[in-house]
């Protein structure tokens, strides 16, 4: 519940997308009128439980694979108090972050293929901007498929940011 009264009058990683046009199942009016609660939060679905279930067994394995001990945070940017990012794994020395997906198996192979959605990008851009942090590593789950564990690796792009502060700066 603290978590979510946090969020109510942040931007997060995954406002991210919506105010940069990407996400498709949310866009920016749908955002602003649920920051203003003229509609409801979105409802918890399976995609999303699923995401949920398997963060934590994900998380361990990609510590394992990296031999970095991957812990869930939650930031606020130094500057821009509006700025929040909710990780799905901090290093303990700051530098690295972690955004986990487990998605359906075209997603997946996408991640196979070195390739992600975009809003999954502009996520990441997001939680780099916020963390501070030197790179980011993509982790996509499928459990019980060959290749379960598909990471990439991704540094924060100055140019797409400059775009997306302007952007969340606006719609705050």
């Known amino acids: 519940d603290l978590w979510l009264a946090l969020r109510e009058d942040k931007i997060t990683s995954s406002d991210a997308s919506s105010i940069m046009g990407s996400n498709p ?3 920016v009016f749908k955002l602003w ?3 203003h609660k003229m509609i409801p939060p979105e409802p918890m679905n399976e995609r999303m ?4 279930q398997l963060e934590e067994p994900a998380r361990l394995l990609l510590s394992e694979k990296l031999g970095i001990d991957f812990k869930p945070a939650v930031g606020l940017h130094d500057e821009e108090d509006w700025c929040m ?8 020395c700051g530098q690295y972050i972690c ?3 487990a998605p359906g198996l075209d997603t997946h192979n996408l991640a196979i293929q070195g390739d992600i959605k975009p809003y999954y990008y502009t996520q990441i851009q997001h939680h780099l901007y916020v963390s501070q942090s030197k790179k980011c590593f993509y982790a996509s789950y499928f459990p019980n498929n060959f ?6 690796e991704y540094e924060i792009n100055l140019q797409y940011i400059e775009e997306l502060i302007k952007k969340e700066k606006y719609f705050f």
Not at 147 to 152: G, R, S
Request: proline share 4%; hydrophobic share 35%; aromatic share 4%.
């Open 33 to 35: 009128q649920r920051k």
């Open 49 to 52: 439980l699923r995401g949920q």
């Open 99 to 101: 955004e986990i997906k």
């Open 25 to 27: 199942f949310c866009d």
């Open 85 to 92: 990012t909710s990780l799905d794994g901090l290093s303990p």
């Open 147 to 152: 290749n379960e564990l598909v990471i990439l």
